[in-house]
């Protein structure tokens, strides 16, 4: 294997929808690189001015963390594909702006689950934002609830089976998760 094509080997998951709003518009961005930082309602990802969304967030400094199902696949992979600067990716891909409670960025109707997020900090030389999410929700009534996980090749991965190994961590995990 090229080592140009490692991080294949670790992408993160799941892939998910990143919102923002500039003060005039809704925007959203797909985002593969991902990362739960610690047991807190941290998170971390990673973009840059390449990306319509990133101006946004380096100014609104919040976001809504969406994350899609399977079913989903076609819209991700699109508004990933396009430009927010000369389309409505909600309108495009037939999604539903929510209000938000704590953020102006709308949460996804469609998606799983959402989580409102605050930039806490931006590491410029990477590009990162951490993120303190402020307000989680989650659809119970939603049948289809495997999330999708990029390879990073264009492919994907589909969640599977859940496997139970609580009782055997439960002597390792810190008080209170």
């Known amino acids: 294997m090229q080592i140009s094509k490692a991080f294949t080997l670790l992408e993160p ?24 930082m610690d047991f807190t309602p941290r998170f971390a990802i990673t973009t840059g001015p390449w990306n319509y969304s990133y101006t946004a967030l380096r100014k609104s400094r919040e976001c809504v963390i969406a994350i899609p199902t399977v079913d989903l696949i076609d819209q991700v992979v699109g508004v990933g594909t ?10 495009k891909f037939g999604l539903t702006p929510v209000k938000g409670k704590q953020v102006k960025s709308p949460l996804i ?5 959402n989580i409102e997020c605050k930039v806490i900090d ?32 264009g ?7 859940r496997l139970d190994r609580r009782k055997m961590m439960q002597s390792k995990l810190p008080d209170g998760v």
């Open 122 to 153: 931006i590491i410029e030389k990477h590009n990162i934002f951490v993120l303190h999410g402020v307000a989680a929700y989650f659809d119970d009534s939603r049948k289809e609830k495997r999330t999708i996980h990029a390879i990073g090749d």
């Open 155 to 161: 492919t994907f991965v589909v969640d599977g089976r």
């Open 82 to 91: 396009c430009c927010g600067v000369d389309t409505d990716k909600f309108e």
């Open 13 to 36: 998951g799941p892939v998910v929808l990143v919102t923002t709003y500039d003060g005039l518009r809704n925007n959203i961005m797909t985002i593969s690189w991902t990362m739960v």
């Open 109 to 113: 109707k469609e998606c799983l689950a």
